[in-house]
């Protein structure tokens, strides 16, 4: 592949992925395309697998079949070390932060450096200050994880995951549980990383009005596959229903607001009908 | 169900879970390498599981050492041999009850300690976050606490026998009136250095396992509270079984 035609191939190619997990379909055919450089949400409803996908991309789970790529290499295919080499390029953001509750914020942010890289002290003093300097934190970087509001340690886990400038940044619901400021803060840090240091974003979340203000396309996924695709202002006109009632929040439609059951009448009479 | 099949079923749960522990044990030998090159990770563990247990041990230790210093003076008093209290205690201490008691101790402090601090680091994801960051959990968490506990096991119980005793010398020769000298002199009279191997490699023993099932607990929990509350549970009641089982089998080959 030449250089040219590699930078245009999209970062993440997923075709006719499949994936089961405790005897229930969670993937049935799932295909998607991340373009370089852009910040693309999955959305859709909850328990639909947007996590399971991203585990998928970091290697953590494998899928039954189909093909999933990362930057041209199919990810199941690589050995440990290969895995661990792509690793190095991406950076998650965990729902719940993820942050090692033992060490302070600068070491948290400090860890896959000193990890990973030989770098003197001082200079990995640096970084992370400029690190924490860019989510607002430096202040903060000798409290301890349990010291932080959900917004602090999610900006916190923001600084730890693009510490190592990746190319692939990927974001698991990174507005649930956050209050309007937090929320605010962490959309602008998402488009800023994108805009300013050209990463991939790849944003999984169910919040679509916050995340339509800063996405280039988005995917919704519902029953294992992709039943939408588009810019946010496409999804809004989408000739699906479903794809409607999910950006709209309509609490009834094609996604029942009712759990399967029997007949509402049938269980409380016992089975007679007065 | 009727109770050969459930009896049949429990034991292919049991060979099953031996073997998922001896997969266990051999990922960690595979990380072991990650774990020479940063060996502070692992003092830092012999500080956890054994600096920290010092107190537990060493009040224990003394009781212990008291109690066989009156139960031994009691039984050595009705066959008028009471100067052999010394020796009685030391090889009670070195050869069983030292490795036995420190091992369970352990398992109770720092087993549950290991297994709930792994088991809430799973169900918090910082496990998921360190293998994303492409550093390999086992390597960082798994293996450094599998050998501090197992490097700290031994050295609890040379304490615990020492303060054991002292426990028994307090008891015997300071309250019942057993003569200082012969005390220790019957102590060095009778106790050879196989007695003292035997608690040694007991010691060890109980210390791999231990540490190794307080660590796989943990690392395999359920990540969820109640998960992580019975892993913590089966810690302490495997890890008893176990040093007791492996007690009697180690006894019978050294004897």
């Known amino acids: ?274 | 169900m009727n109770t050969a099949s459930f009896l049949s079923r429990r034991l292919i749960e049991g060979v099953g879970k031996l073997g998922a522990v001896g997969w266990f044990a051999i990922g960690m030998l595979a990380a072991l390498p990650y774990v020479l090159r940063r060996p502070a990770l692992v003092v830092q563990q012999i500080h956890n599981a054994g600096v920290l247990s010092l107190v537990i041990i060493m009040t224990s230790g003394f009781f212990v050492g008291m109690v066989i210093g009156l139960q031994g003076y009691d039984a050595f008093s009705r066959l008028r041999q009471e100067d052999l209290l010394g020796a009685g205690a030391a090889l009670t201490l070195l050869k069983e009850l030292g490795p036995v008691v420190t091992a369970l101790l352990f398992a109770g402090r720092a087993g549950t300690a290991l297994t709930a601090e792994i088991g809430l680091m799973r169900a918090t994801d910082q496990l998921s976050a360190m293998e994303v960051m492409a550093i390999d959990p086992m390597g960082r968490i798994a293996v450094p606490r599998w050998l501090g506990g197992a490097i700290s096991v031994p050295l609890l119980t040379a304490v615990f026998n020492s303060v054991g005793i002292l426990g028994a010398y307090f008891v015997g020769v300071r309250l019942m009136g057993v003569d200082n000298g012969a005390f220790w002199s019957q102590m060095q009279e009778f106790v050879e250095p196989a007695d003292v191997w035997e608690g040694v490699i007991k010691s060890a023993v109980f210390g791999l396992v231990a540490s190794l099932i307080a660590v796989f607990e943990g690392y395999t929990a359920e990540p969820t509270a109640e998960g992580v509350g019975l892993a913590t549970t089966r810690t302490v009641v495997l890890t008893s079984v176990l040093v007791l089982i492996l007690d009697y089998m180690i006894t019978a080959l050294l004897l």
């Open chain 1, 1 to 274: 592949m030449s250089a040219i035609s590699a930078a245009m191939a999209p970062m993440i190619e997923v075709s006719d992925l499949r994936y089961d997990s405790a005897g229930r379909r969670i993937f049935a055919g799932l295909n998607l395309a991340i373009r370089r450089g852009s910040i693309t949400a999955i959305m859709g409803p909850s328990g639909t697998g947007k996590t399971t996908l991203l585990r998928l991309i970091t290697g953590q789970i494998r899928p039954k079949s189909g093909q999933l790529k990362v930057d041209g290499a199919e990810v199941a295919s690589l050995d440990r070390r290969e895995l661990f080499r792509l690793r190095r390029r991406m950076g998650m953001l965990f729902q719940n932060s993820a942050l090692l509750t033992d060490y302070s914020v600068f070491d948290n942010v400090a860890f896959p450096v000193r990890e990973h890289t030989a770098l003197d002290e001082r200079l990995i003093r640096t970084l992370v200050l400029m690190k924490l300097q860019a989510v607002g934190l430096r202040g903060a970087a000798d409290l301890m994880p349990a010291q932080l509001s959900g917004g602090m340690s999610r900006r916190v886990a923001l600084a730890r995951a693009m510490v190592l400038d990746p190319d692939l940044l990927l974001y698991d619901e990174p507005f649930s549980g956050l209050d309007p400021i937090s929320m605010g803060m962490v959309l602008r840090l998402i488009k800023v990383n994108n805009d300013v240091l050209g990463v991939t974003s790849v944003v999984v979340t169910h919040d679509v009005e916050e995340i339509s203000r800063i996405a280039d396309y988005c995917y919704v996924v519902s029953g294992g596959q992709v039943i939408g695709a588009g810019t946010p202002a496409e999804l809004g006109q989408s000739d699906s229903a479903m794809v409607r009632q999910f950006m709209s929040g309509a609490p009834d439609g094609p996604v029942p607001f009712h759990y399967p059951a029997a007949a509402y009448e049938t269980q409380l009479l016992g089975g007679q009908r007065s």
